[in-house]
Antibody, heavy 119, light 106 residues
Framework: QLQLQESGPGLVKPSETLSLTCTVS??????????WGWIRQPPGKGLEWIGN???????YHNPSLKSRVTMSVDASRNQFSLKLTSVTAADTAVYYC???????????WGRGTLVTVSS | EVAMTQSPATLSVSPGERATLSCRAS??????LAWFQQKPGQAPRLLIY???TRATGVPARFSGSGSGTEFTLTISSLQSEDFAVYFC????????FGQGTKLEIK
């Protein structure tokens, strides 16, 4: 059974880069041409799609995050990652990794990890 | 961006009764809508996709309906394990999510 697990620092200083990794277990990240995605939920607010990355490296991200987002896949480690630069308090959120089906809905999610932006 | 609005924010229902949750889109999303269940500390669970197709392993008491801009998730006879937060996702125009409905025990 496919499972996803987020990992990374729980505290990031303002203006620095948030870096998270999602480890895929139960299947190979490259066994089929899957998409992989990131979603976040600020405290007390709704979910916000961050972006998706194809195994081959093509990425799509939410335009509201402009050019601050970088996503990549490391097939050798069965992981994919997210980097968000120049963070502010507004980036404080629970970050989820998830698998989107090609049509767009997310069918497998990780449990999420809280990242707080604070000095 | 397509804005998704869920109502009510909180719904209080007794076990065994029916629960009806709503999700409205700011523009048509056709049938490209999914529903999820989320419990504290757990990963969100896909319940419904394509507005009305139950995901694998989802009990038949969960049903989805609607198209265009108005969608409904119905839980026909609430079990204790159904009390959770439910949210919708549209995937017709990029993707966006509703704010969630908390289903609590009355």
């Amino acid at each position: 059974q496919l499972q996803l697990q987020e990992s990374g620092p729980g505290l990031v200083k303002p203006s620095e880069t948030l870096s998270l990794t999602c480890t895929v277990s139960g299947d190979s990240i490259s066994s089929t041409n899957y998409l992989w995605g990131w979603i976040r939920q600020p405290p007390g607010k709704g979910l916000e799609w961050i972006g998706n990355v194809f195994y081959g490296g093509t990425t799509y991200h939410n335009p509201s995050l402009k050019s601050r987002v970088t996503m990549s896949v490391d097939a050798s480690r069965n992981q994919f990652s997210l980097k968000l630069t120049s963070v502010t308090a507004a980036d404080t959120a629970v970050y989820y990794c998830a698998r989107p089906r090609v049509v767009g809905y997310f069918d497998i999610w990780g449990r999420g990890t809280l990242v707080t932006v604070s000095s | 961006e397509v804005a998704m609005t869920q109502s009510p924010a909180t719904l209080s229902v007794s076990p065994g009764e029916r629960a009806t949750l709503s999700c409205r889109a700011s523009q048509s999303v056709s049938s490209n809508l999914a529903w999820f269940q989320q419990k504290p500390g757990q990963a969100p669970r896909l319940l419904i996709y394509g507005a009305s197709t139950r995901a694998t392993g989802v009990p038949a008491r969960f049903s989805g309906s609607g198209s265009g801009t108005e969608f409904t998730l119905t839980i026909s006879s609430l079990q204790s394990e159904d009390f959770a937060v439910y949210f919708c996702q549209q995937y017709n125009d990029w993707t966006s999510f509703g704010q969630g409905t908390k289903l609590e025990i009355k």
